[in-house]
């Protein structure tokens, strides 16, 4: 796995969108519509960031997994974010089923105006 791919497989979700908040090299993959936007996925290029539960606990499964390939996101993680690494233990089917896992949370988040057409949750 690498960013591009991941990065590709984000934006064929439907409403998919990436930004760059805070101008890093990589973006952000958001999903719902301009400012009221919300982020599914932090892409790096050693990894991406998801949003792995609704819960701290339901996403300390991954680190419990894949002790060494994944960790607590800084700032975000004790609302259910977790860092997952490229190329380590994680298999890539699990690197993409965490992505649309972390898509789905986000999307049931959303109010049901601003969810994406497509979307069939």
Request: glycine fraction near 14%; proline fraction near 7%; charged fraction near 30%.
């Amino acid at each position: 796995m690498d960013v591009e791919r991941m990065q590709e497989h984000c934006l064929a979700k439907p409403g998919a969108w990436t930004d760059n908040p805070w101008d890093h090299h990589h973006p952000v993959v958001k999903v719902g519509p301009g400012e009221r936007g919300k982020i599914f996925a932090f892409l790096g290029a050693e990894g991406v960031g998801v949003k792995g539960g609704r819960s701290r606990e339901a996403a300390d499964e991954w680190i419990d997994r894949y002790p060494g390939d994944a960790s607590v996101m800084r700032y975000i993680g004790r609302s259910g974010w977790n860092d997952l690494a490229f190329g380590g233990a994680i298999p890539d089917d699990e690197l993409l089923e965490a992505v649309d896992e972390s898509y789905r949370l986000v999307v049931e988040g959303l109010p049901r105006k601003l969810r994406p057409d497509g979307w069939d949750g």
